[in-house]
Protein backbone atom coordinates (compact mmCIF):
# COMPACT_ATOMS: atom_id res chain seq x y z
CA UNK A 1 0.00 0.00 0.00
CA UNK A 2 1.22 3.63 -1.06
CA UNK A 3 1.25 6.82 1.25
CA UNK A 4 -1.05 8.07 -0.86
CA UNK A 5 -3.93 5.22 -1.06
CA UNK A 6 -3.22 5.02 3.00
CA UNK A 7 -3.95 8.54 3.54
CA UNK A 8 -7.09 7.79 1.55
CA UNK A 9 -7.94 5.42 3.74
CA UNK A 10 -7.10 7.47 6.93
CA UNK A 11 -9.01 10.26 5.38
CA UNK A 12 -12.21 8.06 5.50
CA UNK A 13 -11.87 7.25 8.64
CA UNK A 14 -11.54 10.40 10.18
CA UNK A 15 -14.58 11.68 8.19
CA UNK A 16 -16.29 8.86 9.25
CA UNK A 17 -15.71 9.62 12.75
CA UNK A 18 -14.96 13.50 13.88
CA UNK A 19 -16.64 15.85 10.28
CA UNK A 20 -20.36 15.91 10.66
CA UNK A 21 -20.55 17.05 14.54
CA UNK A 22 -23.26 20.14 14.85
CA UNK A 23 -21.84 22.70 17.18
CA UNK A 24 -18.53 20.51 17.91
CA UNK A 25 -18.10 21.04 14.33
CA UNK A 26 -15.00 23.02 15.42
CA UNK A 27 -13.08 20.76 17.41
CA UNK A 28 -13.48 17.72 14.11
CA UNK A 29 -12.70 20.55 11.80
CA UNK A 30 -9.17 20.78 14.00
CA UNK A 31 -8.92 17.08 14.49
CA UNK A 32 -9.08 16.50 10.48
CA UNK A 33 -6.78 19.66 9.83
CA UNK A 34 -3.57 18.31 11.65
CA UNK A 35 -4.43 14.21 11.00
CA UNK A 36 -4.60 14.67 6.95
CA UNK A 37 -1.61 17.83 6.85
CA UNK A 38 0.89 15.72 5.59
CA UNK A 39 3.98 13.66 6.40
CA UNK A 40 5.31 10.58 5.49
CA UNK A 41 3.52 7.85 7.62
CA UNK A 42 6.46 6.45 8.66
CA UNK A 43 4.52 4.67 11.61
CA UNK A 44 2.07 3.54 9.54
CA UNK A 45 4.01 2.22 6.67
CA UNK A 46 6.13 0.26 9.77
CA UNK A 47 3.07 -1.17 11.04
CA UNK A 48 1.64 -2.14 7.56
CA UNK A 49 5.59 -3.35 6.07
CA UNK A 50 6.11 -5.51 9.59
CA UNK A 51 2.94 -7.44 8.83
CA UNK A 52 3.87 -8.21 5.15
CA UNK A 53 7.21 -9.00 6.64
CA UNK A 54 5.68 -12.02 8.43
CA UNK A 55 3.31 -12.80 5.22
CA UNK A 56 0.40 -11.28 6.92
CA UNK A 57 -2.33 -9.36 5.60
CA UNK A 58 -1.41 -5.42 5.59
CA UNK A 59 -5.43 -5.25 5.89
CA UNK A 60 -5.31 -6.60 9.32
CA UNK A 61 -2.36 -3.79 10.04
CA UNK A 62 -4.26 -1.07 9.17
CA UNK A 63 -6.67 -0.68 11.96
CA UNK A 64 -3.22 -0.35 14.13
CA UNK A 65 -1.71 1.71 11.44
CA UNK A 66 -4.69 4.15 11.84
CA UNK A 67 -4.40 4.15 15.37
CA UNK A 68 -0.39 5.26 15.66
CA UNK A 69 -1.13 8.17 12.83
CA UNK A 70 -3.66 9.10 15.16
CA UNK A 71 -1.83 8.82 18.58
CA UNK A 72 1.23 10.92 16.43
CA UNK A 73 -0.91 13.58 15.35
CA UNK A 74 -2.00 14.36 18.55
CA UNK A 75 1.39 14.44 19.84
CA UNK A 76 2.36 17.20 17.27
CA UNK A 77 -0.86 19.50 18.58
CA UNK A 78 0.02 18.95 21.78
CA UNK A 79 4.01 19.77 21.35
CA UNK A 80 3.06 22.89 19.23
CA UNK A 81 1.73 24.51 21.91
CA UNK A 82 2.55 27.31 23.51
CA UNK A 83 3.35 25.69 27.30
CA UNK A 84 4.96 22.77 25.19
CA UNK A 85 7.24 23.84 22.41
CA UNK A 86 5.45 26.98 21.70
CA UNK A 87 5.69 26.43 18.09
CA UNK A 88 3.85 27.90 15.48
CA UNK A 89 4.27 26.31 12.15
CA UNK A 90 3.87 22.52 11.30
CA UNK A 91 4.62 20.94 7.92
CA UNK A 92 4.85 24.40 6.45
CA UNK A 93 1.21 25.37 7.51
CA UNK A 94 -0.07 27.02 10.76
CA UNK A 95 -0.25 24.91 13.84
CA UNK A 96 -3.16 23.52 15.07
CA UNK A 97 -3.53 25.97 17.97
CA UNK A 98 -3.04 29.33 15.10
CA UNK A 99 -5.32 27.65 13.01
CA UNK A 100 -8.12 27.00 15.59
CA UNK A 101 -7.24 28.48 18.79
CA UNK A 102 -5.55 26.83 22.29
CA UNK A 103 -8.74 25.09 23.70
CA UNK A 104 -9.87 23.46 20.63
CA UNK A 105 -6.46 22.36 19.78
CA UNK A 106 -6.12 20.60 23.13
CA UNK A 107 -9.55 18.91 22.70
CA UNK A 108 -8.76 17.86 18.94
CA UNK A 109 -5.41 15.97 20.44
CA UNK A 110 -7.14 15.09 23.02
CA UNK A 111 -10.19 13.38 21.05
CA UNK A 112 -7.57 11.72 18.55
CA UNK A 113 -5.97 9.61 21.53
CA UNK A 114 -9.31 8.27 22.25
CA UNK A 115 -10.30 7.73 18.70
CA UNK A 116 -7.06 5.75 18.32
CA UNK A 117 -8.90 2.52 20.32
CA UNK A 118 -11.66 3.22 18.83
CA UNK A 119 -10.37 1.93 15.74
CA UNK A 120 -9.02 -1.13 16.91
CA UNK A 121 -11.88 -1.77 19.30
CA UNK A 122 -14.30 -1.45 15.88
CA UNK A 123 -12.47 -3.36 13.46
CA UNK A 124 -14.19 -6.91 12.98
CA UNK A 125 -10.85 -8.50 11.69
CA UNK A 126 -8.74 -8.68 14.67
CA UNK A 127 -9.49 -11.21 17.36
CA UNK A 128 -9.97 -9.99 21.01
CA UNK A 129 -6.80 -10.83 22.28
CA UNK A 130 -4.74 -9.27 19.07
CA UNK A 131 -6.98 -6.30 19.86
CA UNK A 132 -5.73 -6.05 23.37
CA UNK A 133 -2.40 -6.67 22.93
CA UNK A 134 -2.04 -3.94 20.38
CA UNK A 135 -4.41 -1.45 22.71
CA UNK A 136 -1.79 -1.87 25.59
CA UNK A 137 1.13 -1.67 23.33
CA UNK A 138 0.17 1.61 22.33
CA UNK A 139 -0.72 2.63 25.66
CA UNK A 140 2.10 1.89 27.13
CA UNK A 141 4.07 3.47 24.10
CA UNK A 142 2.54 6.73 24.31
CA UNK A 143 1.90 6.88 28.28
CA UNK A 144 4.50 7.44 30.88
CA UNK A 145 7.08 5.19 30.23
CA UNK A 146 7.31 5.98 26.42
CA UNK A 147 6.18 9.22 24.33
CA UNK A 148 4.54 11.19 27.49
CA UNK A 149 7.30 10.28 29.55
CA UNK A 150 10.06 11.77 26.96
CA UNK A 151 7.89 15.01 26.43
CA UNK A 152 8.55 15.17 29.98
CA UNK A 153 11.79 14.72 30.13
CA UNK A 154 12.53 17.20 27.08
CA UNK A 155 10.22 19.98 29.29
CA UNK A 156 12.83 19.08 32.52
CA UNK A 157 15.96 19.32 30.48
CA UNK A 158 14.86 23.33 29.05
CA UNK A 159 16.27 23.69 33.07
CA UNK A 160 18.87 21.61 33.57
CA UNK A 161 22.17 20.46 31.00
CA UNK A 162 21.12 16.41 30.64
CA UNK A 163 24.11 13.97 30.22
CA UNK A 164 24.22 12.15 26.92
CA UNK A 165 23.33 8.97 28.85
CA UNK A 166 20.11 10.86 29.26
CA UNK A 167 19.60 12.80 26.09
CA UNK A 168 19.44 9.07 24.72
CA UNK A 169 17.11 8.00 26.89
CA UNK A 170 14.77 10.91 26.51
CA UNK A 171 14.65 9.87 22.31
CA UNK A 172 14.49 6.55 23.22
CA UNK A 173 11.05 7.28 25.23
CA UNK A 174 9.63 10.47 23.32
CA UNK A 175 10.15 9.32 19.77
CA UNK A 176 11.55 5.53 19.51
CA UNK A 177 8.99 4.24 21.92
CA UNK A 178 5.93 4.95 19.40
CA UNK A 179 7.91 4.21 16.29
CA UNK A 180 9.00 0.46 18.19
CA UNK A 181 5.37 0.02 18.47
CA UNK A 182 4.35 0.73 14.73
CA UNK A 183 6.67 -2.24 13.81
CA UNK A 184 5.66 -4.26 16.80
CA UNK A 185 1.94 -4.23 15.49
CA UNK A 186 2.59 -4.94 11.88
CA UNK A 187 4.05 -8.39 13.55
CA UNK A 188 0.82 -8.85 16.07
CA UNK A 189 -1.52 -8.02 13.13
CA UNK A 190 0.46 -10.51 10.91
CA UNK A 191 0.61 -13.46 13.33
CA UNK A 192 4.08 -13.34 14.11
CA UNK A 193 5.93 -15.00 16.43
CA UNK A 194 7.04 -13.72 19.69
CA UNK A 195 11.03 -13.63 18.15
CA UNK A 196 9.76 -11.30 15.04
CA UNK A 197 8.11 -9.07 17.60
CA UNK A 198 11.35 -8.81 19.48
CA UNK A 199 13.43 -7.69 16.13
CA UNK A 200 11.06 -5.64 15.30
CA UNK A 201 11.24 -3.85 18.69
CA UNK A 202 15.01 -3.53 18.18
CA UNK A 203 14.51 -2.38 14.80
CA UNK A 204 12.05 0.56 16.05
CA UNK A 205 14.62 1.51 18.64
CA UNK A 206 17.14 1.92 16.18
CA UNK A 207 15.50 4.46 14.13
CA UNK A 208 13.36 5.79 16.41
CA UNK A 209 17.03 6.87 17.95
CA UNK A 210 18.24 7.86 14.27
CA UNK A 211 15.30 9.86 13.20
CA UNK A 212 15.66 12.14 16.40
CA UNK A 213 19.51 12.89 16.21
CA UNK A 214 18.59 13.55 12.41
CA UNK A 215 16.40 15.74 13.62
CA UNK A 216 19.16 17.67 15.90
CA UNK A 217 21.27 17.97 12.81
CA UNK A 218 18.57 19.06 10.37
CA UNK A 219 17.50 21.83 12.99
CA UNK A 220 21.08 23.62 11.75
CA UNK A 221 21.18 22.17 8.11
CA UNK A 222 18.07 21.91 6.87
CA UNK A 223 15.96 24.01 4.20
CA UNK A 224 13.27 25.81 6.34
CA UNK A 225 10.87 25.69 3.63
CA UNK A 226 11.33 22.15 2.97
CA UNK A 227 11.51 21.32 7.00
CA UNK A 228 8.12 22.84 7.22
CA UNK A 229 9.10 24.67 9.78
CA UNK A 230 11.98 27.13 11.29
CA UNK A 231 15.23 25.70 11.55
CA UNK A 232 17.81 26.86 14.73
CA UNK A 233 14.86 26.77 17.06
CA UNK A 234 16.98 24.28 19.47
CA UNK A 235 19.75 27.27 19.74
CA UNK A 236 17.99 30.03 19.73
CA UNK A 237 16.27 28.52 22.78
CA UNK A 238 19.65 27.43 24.32
CA UNK A 239 18.44 23.85 24.30
CA UNK A 240 21.18 20.98 24.90
CA UNK A 241 20.59 18.12 22.06
CA UNK A 242 23.01 15.06 20.72
CA UNK A 243 24.41 17.19 18.78
CA UNK A 244 25.53 20.16 21.09
CA UNK A 245 26.80 17.01 23.38
CA UNK A 246 28.67 14.89 21.01
CA UNK A 247 29.13 17.37 17.83
CA UNK A 248 28.03 17.36 14.38
CA UNK A 249 30.32 14.61 12.83
CA UNK A 250 30.23 12.49 15.65
CA UNK A 251 26.36 12.65 15.51
CA UNK A 252 26.29 11.99 11.70
CA UNK A 253 28.38 8.58 12.84
CA UNK A 254 26.23 7.37 15.39
CA UNK A 255 22.96 7.84 13.14
CA UNK A 256 24.48 5.74 10.36
CA UNK A 257 25.13 3.07 13.05
CA UNK A 258 22.47 2.94 14.27
CA UNK A 259 21.03 2.63 10.87
CA UNK A 260 23.40 -0.15 9.95
CA UNK A 261 21.98 -1.88 13.35
CA UNK A 262 18.39 -2.34 11.71
CA UNK A 263 19.39 -3.11 8.33
CA UNK A 264 20.86 -6.40 10.00
CA UNK A 265 18.06 -6.80 11.83
CA UNK A 266 15.35 -6.85 8.69
CA UNK A 267 17.50 -9.47 6.93
CA UNK A 268 16.37 -11.43 8.88
CA UNK A 269 13.02 -11.54 7.76
CA UNK A 270 12.12 -12.81 4.31
CA UNK A 271 9.81 -10.65 3.24
CA UNK A 272 11.41 -7.26 3.76
CA UNK A 273 12.40 -5.30 0.52
CA UNK A 274 9.71 -2.52 1.70
CA UNK A 275 10.66 -2.33 4.23
CA UNK A 276 14.02 -1.73 3.42
CA UNK A 277 13.27 0.94 1.03
CA UNK A 278 11.53 2.47 3.78
CA UNK A 279 14.93 2.35 6.09
CA UNK A 280 16.95 3.49 3.24
CA UNK A 281 14.78 6.64 2.13
CA UNK A 282 15.10 7.33 5.86
CA UNK A 283 18.68 7.18 6.07
CA UNK A 284 19.23 9.49 3.22
CA UNK A 285 16.35 11.76 4.60
CA UNK A 286 17.33 15.72 4.07
CA UNK A 287 14.27 16.75 5.71
Do not use: W
Not at 6 to 30: C, H, P, W
Amino acid sequence: MTVTEFNNRLEAVITASADVKGDRVIVAQAMKYSLMAGGKRLRAMLSLGFCEAVSGDPERALPAAFCVELIHAFSLIHDDLPCMDDDNLRRGKPSCHIAFGEANALLAGDAMSLLSTEVITDDEQLSDNEKLRLIRLFSKASGIDGMIGGQTLDLLYETKTPTLTEIELMYELKTAALISAAAQSGIISGGGTPEQESLAEAFGKKIGLAFQIEDDILDITADPELLGKPIGSDEKSGKTTYVTLSGMEASKVRVKGLYDEAFDILKKFDNNKKLIALTEELSKRKY
